[in-house]
């Protein structure tokens, strides 16, 4: 998703693209660097589940419910509910059976053999079969699917046939219940990659192999099913015939606002407008509603400041690098949310690979200065440099403005709102952002593909280097574990010389909940991993 998805937060989220690009769902989360976090509440203890109610959250925008070509959280968080997949992730990141009851993995590791749940219906009324799942990964698989991150992964991974000269993917229904995917080599991890947003399974009837479904009907195998999407609204009703335990919930309403920000979302959960609000920027002792219900759960997402790679002056690694040591990193952290913990990590923490701050990116505006001599934009007019933002975040703006001093160049600030802000970042109109990305999978070689490989979509900072290309192919291939750490370290090593970004924190978010909530979990994937699902209300005055 994106799903990697960029995301971020503020004060006042940085922003979320968590690409779920938000985000991915291959995915980004806009949160404020310098927000404070109320001291948790933990959430209510159980209470007999109750039927009814209507949850309500907010969201920024919305661009598509197609699950191939969900790019952020907030898209991630709504198809959640609405389709699923062969398999799915539990708390732990555990993968469980959903769509597919069991699977065989053959000895060698290289044939998969799923059997598909009995019973199954889509939203219509008509019956899940072999042949809309075939259909989800042809789809994945297509020339177009493949712009998304799992067409990528899922073209690397799995093998190739060719019949009357033609190659042909071997993925096949052996009989109407069971499916078989044939891979190059053994993936122990390919479990985990079909548990990505943009492999839930679609009915073949509404949703076209060779290009992307922008408006309903929006149909799958979920708990709820859409009832309402419209630019200012999107809302769900309780799927009474889910092959799973129907929901508690009569129906999901989400809000899309432009005005979405930390200090709006705050205003509307004070208010008693929202149910679940995402990204709490208050302070430890704000007092804020002390009543209400907190979830902290540590996130496999990470900020970072993204260079456009395509786009001069910043296309000029000597540039980039110079900025990267006369950017105050330090100061920059000093106003970070308290949770947000300082990272040097291309990776997440808890993701395989994670390597600890050592002081890899240390502030030396002298160094700076003479690299700025070595850049073939130095001379002539000074340097322009384009800063876009979703929502200003004053701290950052501040100090890249004082970069920009120190090294002689210009900082022109640009604020669009949020899909606005997606469509100008994938057009590559900025040279500096900061972003959140949140991973798809907790997988190291996934998420460093879809962030930096030159042929992935979601490679927003333009950055192509056939040695990183290489280094990410090899961990794909790679099943020894201190190799692939080996493997890790020198695309980190790599990217410290040509610094397409610079990590900058890694995420641990809160998130509010109205007394009456009750069953809410996430896990490190966020907001698009609540379960609303299982959510039920206490049946108390509102």
Request: glycine residues 6%; aromatic residues 10%.
């Amino acid at each position: 998703m994106e799903r990697s998805r960029f995301h971020r937060s503020r004060p006042s989220r940085r922003g979320v693209w968590c690409a779920r690009l938000a985000a991915a769902c291959g995915g980004l989360i806009l949160l404020s660097a310098a927000c404070q976090q109320a001291a948790p509440r933990p959430p209510a203890p159980k209470s007999v589940p109750q039927r009814g109610g209507v949850c309500r959250l907010v969201i920024p925008g919305v661009s598509t419910l197609d699950p191939l070509y969900v790019t952020d959280v907030y898209e991630a968080t709504v198809i959640a509910s609405l389709f699923d997949g062969l398999v799915r992730y539990d708390d732990a990141l555990n993968v469980l059976p959903d769509l597919a009851e069991e699977w065989r993995i053959s000895s060698d590791g290289r044939i998969y053999t799923f059997t598909l749940r009995s019973g199954v219906r889509f939203h219509d009324g008509s019956q899940l079969e072999t042949e809309d799942v075939l259909h989800t990964f042809r789809r994945c698989l297509s020339a177009a699917g493949q712009s998304a991150s799992s067409g990528l992964i899922l073209a690397r991974l799995i093998d190739q046939e060719y019949i009357d000269g033609r190659p042909r993917f071997r993925i096949s229904a052996p009989d109407a219940r069971r499916l078989e995917i044939v891979l190059r080599h053994a993936y122990p991890e390919f479990l985990k990659i079909l548990a990505m947003d943009q492999l839930r399974i679609v009915p073949r009837r509404y949703f076209p192999l060779d290009r992307k479904v922008e408006q309903p009907p929006f149909i799958g195998t979920g708990a709820f099913m859409l009832d309402v999407f419209q630019a200012d609204r999107i809302e769900l009703k309780r799927n009474d015939q889910f092959h799973g335990s129907p929901p508690h919930l009569d129906r999901v309403r989400f809000t899309v606002s432009a005005e979405y920000s930390g200090s709006h979302n705050r205003r509307l959960f004070e208010a008693g407008q929202l149910d679940i609000m995402d990204a709490y920027p208050g302070t430890p002792n704000d007092g804020f509603m002390p009543q209400a219900q907190r979830l902290v759960q540590a996130q496999l997402t990470t900020s970072m400041l993204v260079f456009n790679c395509r786009r001069p002056p910043t296309d000029d690694p000597s540039f980039r690098k110079a900025v990267s040591l006369a950017f105050n990193r330090t100061e920059f952290l000093t106003h970070s949310h308290p949770t947000l913990k300082p990272t040097e990590s291309f990776l997440p923490a808890r993701m395989f690979g994670f390597s600890p701050p050592s002081g890899r990116f240390g502030f030396d505006p002298a160094a700076a200065a003479m690299l700025m001599e070595r850049s073939r934009h130095l001379g002539g007019e000074s340097p322009s440099v384009v800063y876009l933002d979703f929502q200003r975040e004053p701290n950052f703006f501040r100090l890249m403005t004082d970069t920009a001093h120190r090294l002689g160049f210009s900082l022109n600030s640009r604020e669009t709102p949020w899909i606005e802000f997606q469509e100008e970042i994938r057009r590559g109109n900025f040279n500096v952002t900061i972003m959140a990305w949140t991973a798809d999978t907790p997988i190291a070689e996934q998420y460093l593909e879809n962030l930096l490989h030159s042929e992935s979509q979601q490679n927003v900072a333009g950055y192509r280097d056939p040695v990183v290309d290489d280094l990410i192919d090899r961990l794909y291939r790679e099943a020894n574990l201190h190799a692939k750490l080996r493997i890790i370290q020198s695309i980190e090593t790599r990217l410290q010389e040509t610094v397409p970004l610079i990590p900058l924190e890694s995420y641990v978010m809160t998130y509010l909940l109205q007394p009456h909530v009750r069953g809410a979990r996430l896990n490190p994937f966020g907001i698009c991993s609540l379960n609303l699902g299982e959510i039920w209300f206490d049946p108390v005055p509102r």
